[in-house]
């Protein structure tokens, strides 16, 4: 079965950084299109990036320039490294395994979603 488990969330100060992990199980990260989405109350989920098989990113322009995806092969896992966090980042972050080998940040092409992790910014 497939499982991913998110880990690295937590409070963090304005202007700080974290990293994100997410382990995969039940298939091979390298051979999938993987993301990770975001979602604050009350506000709907948000595509903040994605990586193709060749390792090329897309990212909302909201964390552009400040985030950072990216695959550990020797683990089996997907990261996010952010930095320069600002208190809109404050969600609970998911990792995904895209469907199909496209890279949109919609959401409607995942087959299967983490459980998620908290991030919290305070300014």
């Known amino acids: 079965q497939v499982h991913l488990v998110e880990s690295g969330g937590g409070p963090v100060q304005a202007g700080g950084s974290l990293r994100l992990s997410c382990a995969a199980a039940?298939?091979?990260?390298?051979?999938?299109?993987m993301g990770w989405f975001r979602q604050s109350p009350g506000k709907e989920r948000e595509g903040v990036a994605c990586?193709?098989?060749?390792?090329?990113?897309s990212y909302a322009d909201s964390v552009k320039g400040r985030f950072t995806i990216s695959r550990d092969n020797a683990k089996n896992s997907l990261t996010l490294q952010m930095n320069n966090l600002e208190p809109d980042d404050t969600a609970v972050y998911y990792c995904?395994?895209?469907?199909?080998?496209?890279?949109?940040?919609?959401?409607?092409?995942?087959?299967?979603w983490g459980q998620g992790t908290q991030v919290t910014v305070s300014s």
């Open positions: 039940g298939f091979t990260v390298s051979s999938a299109y």
């Open positions: 995904a395994r895209y469907a199909v080998y496209t890279c949109t940040l919609d959401g409607r092409n995942i087959n299967n």
């Open positions: 990586i193709r098989l060749s390792g090329a990113a």
